[in-house]
């Protein structure tokens, strides 16, 4: 209630003051802001309880769920020939152990078709279903820099997840939901089908991106080529298409005489659809907001300060919603404006601006009075040399080419320059977020941007037209398919160019600081003088190119061998450091074909876990033995970090390893075999190869956890034992030679093939780590292998309990480290 009374009191206040006390009004006016903010998160439901109600029986046992359909998916097929459609619903009714539970809770379904059957039947909106499933809670990688999964299915009122075959669900009778979203989904569905009869399957898998937001068709290498270079926002649904549309529709509206008012309601009420008819939620009602008060500002004959719309509009929306500005895409939205209005407009405005005006009217004498001297003199010269073109070309040609022409030289300037400073504005949160230097953002955007606003329009009209005439519709889509085609072709050959593929570790706190300062200092000089505009807009240069071409220094700890076990789920990762800082990965982790995921762990597990170290290269990497759960991951770090070498023990053939040696090969990494008996030093710590032995090289008799690389690593008194899926017949063989170690890499994810009693009585390890997925369906780790760890008096940690484990070898003692603790 305090909160409440300060909110209407403040601006009472301030509008008492409004008069005589500008000062004392601006204040209280700033603290009506605060307050409201409070307010509002006064107000601010609790997170709904009732959503987690399901929670208990997502334990793994059988049920028999009933639900309704509340976001409809896409078939997709998966690489093992069959078909996936994700859906969301929300639950009616769970039974379990022969009782029916009322439960209304989301959840995430992944339902499955059988491979050579016929076209299952695709999900919508209302329906309800039954089907038996087992329900698990969504899990996080539990690594430094992880993606928060749990998070982003909570904020989309997800609660667990499930996976069930198509024959197995049944369709029940009566349609759930409301209304307004049973339509709105069902024209969302007729664009994406109309779209492909009007374009091949590519063109119209990257209109449904470009037009209502719907990637879903999309591959994962087209997506990948828009990030190297730096296009990926014109794949979603942003700012830049609803101005694109807005301005579009309300230009034809204008033409059409239509009036002011008219014109703009009607630009505002078809955004507003069409922000209803993409569903992205938060960024497309920020860009529909911010029209809304540009188009305020124009009907009231209001100055139309971009600058004063951003900030109104983040105003209302931190208002509702305090926690957005945390969010990355609130931050990139608002930055991008920002950069534009606050750095790049006061530019053009001393360059292009007053020449676009000097070009209005070039044969009217009677306007140079409105205009400085200097602009004048250019209207002059350009009189001059149309009266010279005269002769040649006519007495109204020459004018037309020069006016025309001017305007699209400065045009284009304009939006060079743009893109120029966006580009060198937006390396901190491109390196923050997405660990990305878009080295080839520029040129790729120059060609990207316009061919978008085409694609838009003629997509847009080719859409609509199709309701009335398939056969009128196709003239708009060829002139869409002409530019998707130039779009995607500019993109691929850009992405392929190796620049284009830069990847930069998570920036430090403190150059984090010096970026921000550089862009707040950029925007503060670009309205004052020449000199210090050019100022600082050189300083926003070099802290982009700091960013972007200087690694931070790595998170190391000096004077110690560091193992550490990342969680990639069901797979080995694990990272070396010796102690003068060299490093060594061994193993990629990695997702085997038949669990039909999506999900690269290379790419999207263990790179972030080493950017967020400040790692950009490492010296070495390691592949134990060919398995998917080992190597799976491995192309994405060797694309993402170039190691000098690749280390390999036995090699049987194995089509996955082959791609991978030749994808090392492309890169200029030499591969090097290593067999039992061979010792090295390197960084300070020493390196004894246990296994594969040599007559093991050439055999692909054995099975391939039989070949896996062991070694032994040692600092001073201290070493590790590193397993890989060494079964029990290899571990009898190396046990004696193996030696004491203070810490073990359990093998093979805690099976029963492996840690024999032998093993740990020869090495007699203090710690031990089990690298293993949680829930895996393997029952990893056995509850043998544990009890035979703790008689053994050995300290187990497991990635699937607490995550990244760090263990620091001084030489003297081991200190294992959670990351859950630092």
Not at 60 to 89: C, F, M, P, W, Y
């Amino acid at each position: 209630m305090w909160w409440l009374a300060a909110a209407i009191a403040f601006p009472l206040f301030a509008m008492a003051c409004r008069q005589r006390h500008r000062r004392e009004a601006w204040a209280l006016g700033l603290s009506a802001l605060f307050v409201t903010g409070a307010f509002a998160i006064q107000l601010h439901p609790p997170m709904d309880q009732s959503s987690l109600a399901i929670l208990p029986w997502a334990d793994g046992r059988d049920l028999l769920i009933t639900a309704h359909v509340t976001k409809e998916g896409n078939l997709r097929l998966t690489s093992a020939g069959e078909t996936q459609e994700r859906l969301d619903v929300e639950t009616e009714e769970i039974t379990a152990d022969g009782q029916n539970f009322a439960v209304r809770s989301g959840l995430r379904i992944s339902v499955f078709g059988t491979r050579g059957a016929a076209q299952p039947h695709l999900f919508r909106y209302g329906e309800r279903l039954q089907f038996p499933a087992k329900l698990y809670p969504p899990r996080n990688f539990r690594n430094p820099g992880a993606f928060d999964y749990r998070s982003y299915l909570a904020e989309n009122g997800i609660a667990a997840l499930a996976s069930v075959k198509t024959d197995n669900v049944a369709l029940l009778p009566g349609l759930a939901g409301t209304r307004t979203e049973f339509w709105r989904t069902r024209v969302r569905r007729g664009i994406i089908e109309r779209s492909n009869v009007l374009w091949q399957e590519r063109e119209a898998a990257l209109l449904d991106a470009l037009l209502v937001g719907e990637n879903s068709f999309l591959g994962r290498d087209v997506l990948t080529e828009f990030q190297r270079t730096g296009t990926y926002h014109v794949l979603v649904i942003s700012g830049l298409k609803v101005g694109i549309l807005a301005f579009t529709l309300f230009w034809v509206l204008r033409r059409l005489r239509l009036g002011d008012f008219a014109a703009s309601a009607a630009t505002m009420l078809a955004i507003v659809a069409y922000a209803l008819l993409t569903d992205v939620g938060v960024p497309v009602w920020r860009a529909t907001l911010m029209l809304a008060l540009f188009f305020a500002a124009r009907l009231l004959y209001r100055e139309r300060s971009v600058l004063n719309t951003i900030g109104g509009a983040a105003l209302a929306l931190l208002i509702v919603n305090p926690s957005a500005v945390f969010a990355a895409s609130f931050q990139l939205s608002f930055l991008c404006v920002l950069i534009i209005a606050g750095i790049a407009v006061p530019i053009l405005d001393r360059g292009t601006r007053p020449l676009l005006r000097a070009l209005r009217n070039l044969n009217s004498a009677g306007f140079d009075r409105a205009l400085a001297p200097a602009l004048v003199q250019f209207r002059l010269d350009l009189r001059m040399i149309a009266g010279r073109l005269e002769r040649f070309l006519g007495r109204r040609v020459p004018l037309l080419i020069i006016t025309r022409g001017g305007r699209l030289l400065l045009l284009s300037t304009e939006f060079l320059v743009i893109s120029v400073v966006l580009q060198i504005g937006f390396s901190l949160p491109m390196a923050y977020y997405f660990h990305r230097a878009t080295l080839v953002a520029l040129p790729a955007n120059v060609l990207a941007v316009p061919l978008t606003e085409i694609i838009l329009v003629a997509g847009a009209v080719a859409i609509g037209v199709s309701y009335i005439s398939f056969t009128v519709a196709r003239f708009p889509a060829l002139v869409a398919a002409a530019a998707l085609q130039a779009m995607s072709g500019s993109v691929h050959w850009l992405g392929a160019v190796r620049i284009a593929d830069t990847r930069v570790p998570t920036p430090h706190l403190t150059v984090i600081s010096l970026g921000a300062a550089a862009i707040a200092l950029a925007m503060i000089s670009a309205r004052r003088r020449a000199l210090l505009a050019g100022a600082g807009l050189a300083g926003l240069g070099i802290a982009s190119l700091w960013i972007c071409l200087v690694p931070p220094h790595p998170d190391f700890r000096s004077g110690a061998l560091e193992v550490t076990a990342i969680d990639v789920g069901q797979g080995d990762s694990i990272l070396l450091v010796s102690p003068q800082g060299r490093t060594l990965l061994i193993d990629g982790g990695g997702i085997a074909s038949w669990m039909h995921s999506e999900l690269d762990i290379g790419e999207d597990v263990v790179s972030p876990y080493l950017w967020s170290r400040g790692i950009s290269h490492l010296d070495a990497v390691a592949i134990t033995h060919p398995h998917a759960d080992h190597i799976g991951g491995m192309s994405a770090i060797l694309a993402n970090f170039h190691p000098q070498e690749l280390w390999l023990g036995a090699t049987p053939a194995n089509p996955e390893l082959e791609r991978l040696l030749a994808h090392a090969r492309s890169e200029g990494i030499p591969a090097i075999s290593l067999q039992a008996g061979d010792r090295f030093a390197t960084g300070g710590a020493e390196f004894r190869i246990l296994a594969p032995e040599p007559d093991m090289q050439s055999s692909n008799t054995r099975r391939e956890n039989d070949v896996s690389l062991v070694m032994n690593v040692s600092y001073g008194q201290t070493s590790v034992l590193l397993e890989g899926d060494a079964e029990k017949d290899e571990e009898k063989r190396f046990a004696n030679e193996a030696g004491r170690a203070d810490l073990l890499k359990v093998a093979h994810h805690g099976s029963m093939t492996s840690t024999t009693p032998e093993l740990l009585a020869a090495v007699h390890p203090r710690f031990a780590v089990i690298s293993v997925g949680a829930r895996n369906v393997y029952g990893h780790p056995r509850l043998g292998i544990l009890r035979r760890l703790q008689e053994s008096l050995v300290a187990t940690y497991r990635t699937d309990l607490e995550g990244a484990v760090t263990f620091y070898l001084d030489g003297k003692t081991v200190t294992p480290q959670l990351a859950a603790l630092r």
